[in-house]
């Protein structure tokens, strides 16, 4: 009758194959350009998954991702220079005090939708970049704010992961996680929940929903992820700089998740191969990295105007009617990829 | 025993319900009127959607106004909307399970209420199919086992005919009048298709211009020439 929790959709078992050729071959195979490319582009898959779990499941616009990476990182940074706690221990707390922060944007942001909600979470990253940009990230220096002049202090990594491979596979198994984390949501109440909120927040409400916790927790999850993708940035760099995390870097994000797919794990993933790697590339082959802008702007045209679900809802489907010819010509029932529209 | 005391609603200028008082006591009662008569916003009162200016909602000594609206359905409260308000990406169970997620109850007693009233609705064989591939008359029935489920005090069915065929008008018809059996629970139906109000509903109230114009028995209120006049424009009243 009902689904059960703990099942594997092939969506799902696409993910799991997907990060283990992240784990194992990618680190294996990048040089050290490379695995800081990706280390990159795995903390900005972390972020672009809460903006775009924000998105599916709730329709909710948040603009503010960017500067609440920020701010993870700036958590990050101040309890690896202040204190000598284990890196985890600054990971999740930097998350959880982002999350709260996310907590108390949102409050003012629960009673506004569409684009009234999105003018005042990039109005909040607005207000995000000036502090960061004022005050700085802390780099060993004395004080709160933790800014000193000249070269800053180490950066102390995780004891499991010191070298740059082993960091990006410490990257890959914390999106891993989250992914799994927002998974393991939307099958349980908190999922069904929002499933009803972005249908209608009247039939969410006579069905016994609590509209603003709900949101409220939404927000809270996505803030979690923000804080600790800028937390795990914090550690593939050492060091951050407040022109990484523009407002305007929110947008972007914000737009690359809809042409990833946000409904999809593969659109966070292709939205941060966009944002990442794509520059990099363009500047290894000599190009102007802004060209990427173009190439975003073209991919947006593509996702309003053909792709609602994004280039990984193309590819989704695009499988889903391969595995249906396959089974009709071997005469298996067809598979439900697309029927089971709850196999994101 | 549904009390609704003395409610009032203005909307600015516009009186939308003037001073509403009534009881229902029967299992099944409907609410009737002409377009903006106000049948929709008191059901919204009842809900707690829209805010009354004055008077109460009384059930079973539970008054429902000094509870928010996600707070009267975990009483009991359960209400469909105009349009069916089903989740595409929820499976026919999940949608119903929505309903009852916020209660106490294990896993396995909310899931074997789900598989109950999908029975009883006749949506059992569809339970896992996503709410984008149900037809209108499978989402309605997916409605109504969700104001089945659990353990409902007072079912509020707005125009659900609304868009469908005799035979399923009909069908929707004989689950409403099986609901007080099956649940204990009070039913209030907003229709115009009068056919159905007639045959399911004991009692009716007649709204016009948000005042009660009329109450009672479904046939004697029909036939009284006050509301005749209401729907139809007549003159010589």
Redesign the interface.
């Known amino acids: 009758?009902?689904?059960k929790l703990f099942h594997i959709t092939p969506s799902g078992a696409a993910g799991i194959l997907f990060a283990a050729f992240a784990f194992f071959v990618v680190p294996t195979l990048a040089g050290s350009l490379w695995l800081s490319v990706f280390t990159s582009m795995g903390c900005f898959t972390l972020a672009i998954a809460g903006v775009a779990f924000m998105y599916a499941r709730l329709g909710m616009v948040s603009l503010t991702q960017v500067g609440l990476m920020g701010v993870g990182g700036w958590v990050m940074l101040r309890l690896n220079h202040g204190f000598a706690l284990p890196f985890e221990v600054n990971l999740v707390i930097a998350g959880l005090a982002t999350m709260v922060l996310g907590w108390v944007l949102a409050l003012p942001a629960l009673r506004l939708r569409g684009l009234y909600l999105a003018l005042v979470t990039l109005m909040a990253a607005g207000g995000l970049e000036i502090i960061l940009s004022t005050f700085q990230f802390p780099n060993g220096g004395s004080g709160f704010w933790g800014v000193q002049t000249g070269s800053g202090a180490g950066f102390r990594r995780p004891a499991l992961a010191q070298s740059p491979e082993a960091y990006l596979r410490y990257v890959v198994a914390m999106v891993t996680l989250a992914f799994l984390f927002i998974e393991l949501h939307r099958r349980l109440?908190p999922g069904?929940?929002w499933?009803?909120i972005?249908?209608?927040e009247?039939?969410?409400?006579?069905?016994?929903?609590?509209?603003t916790f709900y949101k409220a927790w939404a927000f809270g999850i996505s803030g979690l992820l923000a804080g600790g993708a800028g937390a795990l940035l914090a550690g593939s760099l050492g060091l951050l700089d407040g022109g990484t995390f523009r407002a305007s870097e929110s947008v972007m994000l914000f737009a690359l998740a809809v042409v990833g797919g946000a409904r999809f794990w593969l659109g966070a993933v292709i939205a941060a191969a966009l944002f990442r790697v794509l520059p990099a590339l363009l500047n290894n082959w000599g190009v102007d990295a802004d060209l990427s802008f173009v190439i975003f702007g073209a991919g947006l045209l593509h996702a309003v105007i053909t792709a609602p679900n994004g280039i990984a809802g193309q590819i989704t489907e695009f499988f889903a009617g391969l595995s249906h010819k396959l089974s009709n010509k071997l005469g298996l029932v067809p598979s439900t990829v697309i029927?089971?529209?709850?196999d994101d | 025993m549904i009390e609704v005391q003395n409610v009032t609603v203005r909307f600015g200028g516009v009186v939308a319900l003037d001073g509403v008082e009534t009881q229902f006591a029967n299992p099944v009662s409907g609410i009737i009127g002409p377009n903006g008569a106000g049948k929709t916003t008191l059901m919204n009162v009842v809900s707690g959607f829209v805010a009354a200016q004055n008077g109460q909602i009384v059930k079973d000594n539970q008054n429902l106004m000094g509870l928010a609206p996600y707070k009267r359905a975990h009483w009991g409260l359960r209400r469909s909307f105009q349009k069916e308000e089903i989740a595409d990406d929820l499976t026919v169970a999940e949608n119903v399970l929505v309903q009852v997620d916020h209660s106490t109850l294990t896993s396995a007693h909310k899931s074997k209420d789900v598989a109950r009233v999908l029975e009883i609705v006749g949506m059992a064989e569809q339970a896992d199919r996503p709410g984008a591939r149900l037809n209108s008359f499978e989402r309605r029935l997916t409605d109504v086992a969700k104001c089945l489920v659990g353990d409902p005090k007072l079912i509020m069915f707005d125009e659900p005919a609304g868009g469908l065929s005799v035979e399923e008008t009909a069908r929707l018809g004989d689950l409403i009048l099986e609901i007080h059996a099956r649940t204990g629970a009070q039913t209030l139906v907003i229709d115009h298709d009068v056919d159905l109000i007639a045959r399911i509903c004991s009692e009716t109230l007649v709204l016009d211009f948000g005042r009660k114009i009329a109450f009672g028995p479904t046939a004697e209120v029909l036939s009284d020439p006050k509301v005749k006049a209401a729907y139809l424009g007549t003159e010589d009243i």
């Open positions: 009758m009902l689904p109440a069904r929940a499933a009803l972005r249908r209608s009247a039939a969410a409400m006579a069905a016994g929903v609590n509209v029927e089971g529209s709850a």
